[in-house]
């Protein structure tokens, strides 16, 4: 492979953080590609209203942010690629870095990787089997498929809280079923979700099982478990969203750079980068503490500067080819008899 053909950063995976490090990295003139997987935007593509991202005083659809994030930097010359990565694999001593997709490499002098979370499963019988038939983890995505039916989401926090009342439109009734009496949930989400009418209640429950009915393979019951009493009862329900939180998606990079033992990528202090020299980590992937939209571009932000200071702070190591190339010419500009 030719030097021209080295990228100077590769951006792995889109959302907040990958697409504000293209465009740092774009307006410092280092042309970023980024590949951002065939289901780019990140867990914003999911969420209706977003009301929390600073500068839209109205607030803005999820997929809409999202869009203006990835034309912004395209403006200035970020390159996008919409497939998933497949392998990273790091350069020796100093050479480039290769991301793979499928059986094609693309070589760079700076990865940063940017692959974000995915939807938390609980992990309980019926829940793979059903998954699509009645079990899904997003109720913007599936709502619409559960009019005038009955509904849970299973969950304590701010999603549950979202997810719920944007299913109330649609369903009959939807039951918030939570493990705690006490919700993660912000107040002011927590108190509009309360005041809406078809929104119910169960606390302290666990889901332990979905049941498909008699009519088919789809859901239609979920059994769950009072967490202190032990007492077990049956619930109708025709959509069960699960809403209790994320993990990080490191699959890619899992024997590549350092993961603490939730599978978030370790990064040296306060900076961006991984324990492998020119490859850094932003957003959701390293974040299990703040985890909001605001904080995920901060740190897409801080991997473009530290991925910029580095390619200023290292000289590049010539490859095979260029040695080869330069010999050629110290050869033919000192042969004997010129
Ligand atoms: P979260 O705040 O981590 O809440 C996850 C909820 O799921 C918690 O109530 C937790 O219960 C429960 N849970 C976790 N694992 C469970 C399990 N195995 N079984 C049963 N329940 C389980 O996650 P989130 O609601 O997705 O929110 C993530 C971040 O995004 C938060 O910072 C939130 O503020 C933000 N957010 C903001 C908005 C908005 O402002 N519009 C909307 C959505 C999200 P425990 O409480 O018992 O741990």
Request: with cysteine; proline share 6%.
């Amino acid at each position: 492979m030719a030097d021209q053909d080295i990228e100077q950063v590769i951006i792995v995976g889109s959302g907040p953080a990958g697409y504000t490090a293209a465009l740092y990295t774009a307006r410092a003139n280092l042309s970023p590609l980024v590949i951002e997987g065939f289901m780019w935007g990140g867990l914003l593509q999911q969420t209706t209203d977003v009301e929390n991202y600073p500068g839209f005083p109205k607030g803005i659809d999820g997929p809409e942010l999202m869009q203006s994030f990835r034309d912004q930097a395209e403006r200035f010359g970020a390159r996008f690629i919409t497939e998933d990565a497949t392998r990273v694999e790091p350069g020796a001593d100093g050479e480039p870095h290769t991301v793979w997709v499928d059986d094609q490499p693309y070589r760079a002098r700076t990865v940063i990787l940017s692959m974000g979370a995915q939807h938390k499963k609980l992990g309980v019988p019926g829940e793979e089997e059903l998954a699509g038939r009645g079990v899904s983890y997003c109720a913007t995505c599936d709502a619409a498929f559960f009019r005038d039916r009955e509904t849970i989401i299973v969950g304590g926090g701010d999603s549950a809280m979202e997810e719920a009342m944007f299913l109330s439109k649609f369903s009959s009734t939807v039951t918030v079923i939570h493990r705690r009496d006490e919700f993660r949930a912000s107040k002011i989400m927590l108190d509009r979700a309360r005041g809406v009418d078809n929104i119910e209640w169960l606390t302290p429950y666990a889901v332990e099982e979905f049941l498909p009915g008699d009519d088919g393979p789809g859901l239609r019951k979920v059994r769950v478990r009072h967490a202190e009493t032990g007492e077990t009862r049956e619930l109708t329900a025709h959509g069960a969203f699960m809403a209790i939180g994320h993990e990080p998606q490191p699959e890619i990079v899992r024997d590549v750079v350092e993961l603490d033992e939730n599978g978030y990528v370790i990064t040296e202090g306060r900076s961006t980068r991984t324990g492998v020299p020119g490859i850094f980590a932003a957003g959701d992937l390293v974040d299990h503490t703040y985890r909001q939209a605001i904080t995920a571009a901060g740190s897409g932000c801080q991997a473009a500067l530290d991925a910029e200071w580095y390619l200023r702070d290292s000289p590049m190591v010539p490859t095979p080819e260029v040695l080869a190339q330069a010999g050629s010419l110290v050869e033919a500009q000192y042969a004997p008899g010129r």
